[in-house]
């Protein structure tokens, strides 16, 4: 009996059985992840359609470049609102820069190198750093916010689509004057801020440092390029452009009422900021980069 129970135990011939392993199960993901992943991927779909709206926003402001007739007797007045009215605040800034720069070229110059090189700091400093990025930096808060708030008014309220309505072209009426007008303004402002910081710096240097005017003089013409001044007035006149494209695309894409034209105010001073930034490193690494 124990001899047929031990044969009967062993395999019968027959087919043979491949043996399969289990099937591999991805383990979950943490509970953490899933949010993170949302925020990511909702952040990403937000910014490219961001950029599908600029991309027509663009467009359509090109198109509406031939209506002269609409958006011709309109320049002259943002002219006027964006750059003349924009100057105290721009010559504020710079003397004060001025006054700062001849204080600390002294502190730093005193007993290392000739006094007479103060004038060189203050005047390439200005002329080619500072006096275009602060008074673009301030602009930016001005301006763009300026343009941001008014034309998103305008949105929520409904006042563009009754220009639309009246056969106006927004883009013309709108976006082309102040576009232009803080592109050519923006330069003009600048070249006012250069002269006003080299000023205080020369009044400064003469007054409260051991630096004669001769020397200031001598500093100044020492290392001076007419290219220097085209420099920064290339500089501020792209501040100029993107400041107010920047508060004119954000402006009429506003949505959500008092709430939304706050956020699109918010977000030109800080996208104007950055690519603020971002331009001047451009045009640095652009037209300072020795061949």
């Known amino acids: 009996m124990l001899a047929a129970v031990r044969f009967s135990d062993r395999p019968t011939a027959g087919p043979s059985v491949r043996l399969v392993p289990p099937p591999y199960r991805l383990t979950a993901f943490p509970p ?45 007045q943002q002219m006027r609102r964006l750059g ?8 504020f800034i710079s003397a004060f820069t001025g006054i700062v720069l001849a204080l600390l070229a002294s502190y730093v ?46 949105r929520v309220t409904e006042q563009v689509d009754a220009l639309e309505t009246l056969a106006y072209n927004p883009h013309a009426y709108l976006v082309i004057p102040r576009v232009l007008a803080g592109t050519v303004m923006f330069p003009v402002i600048v070249a006012f801020a250069m002269a006003m910081g080299l000023f205080t710096g020369w009044l400064s240097a003469t007054t409260l440092l051991p630096v004669t005017n001769a020397e200031f003089m001598r500093g100044l013409r020492l290392f001076y390029d007419p290219f220097d001044i085209q420099f920064g007035l290339i500089k501020s006149a792209s501040f ?10 954000l402006g009429l894409a506003t949505r959500g009422g008092a ?11 800080v996208y104007s900021a950055e690519m603020i930034l971002v331009l001047d490193a451009f045009w640095a690494v652009t037209l300072l980069r020795h061949p």
């Open 259 to 269: 709430e939304g034209v706050g956020s699109a105010t918010t977000r030109t001073v």
């Open 84 to 91: 003349v009215d924009s100057l105290p605040i721009a010559l």
């Open 109 to 154: 110059f005193t007993g290392a190198v000739p006094m007479y090189l103060v004038g060189t700091l203050v005047g390439k400093t200005i002329i080619m750093e500072l006096g275009p990025v602060l008074t673009g930096l301030a602009l930016a808060g001005r301006v763009g916010a300026n343009i941001a708030a008014e034309l998103g008014t305008m």
């Open 32 to 76: 953490y992840l899933g949010p993170v992943l949302a925020v990511i991927g909702r952040q990403a779909v937000g910014t490219v359609a961001g950029f599908g709206l600029l991309g027509h926003f663009l467009a359509d402001t090109v198109r509406a470049v031939p209506d002269l007739r609409t958006w011709g007797r309109m320049v002259v």
């Open 240 to 249: 100029g452009f993107v400041i107010t494209l920047i508060g004119c695309f």
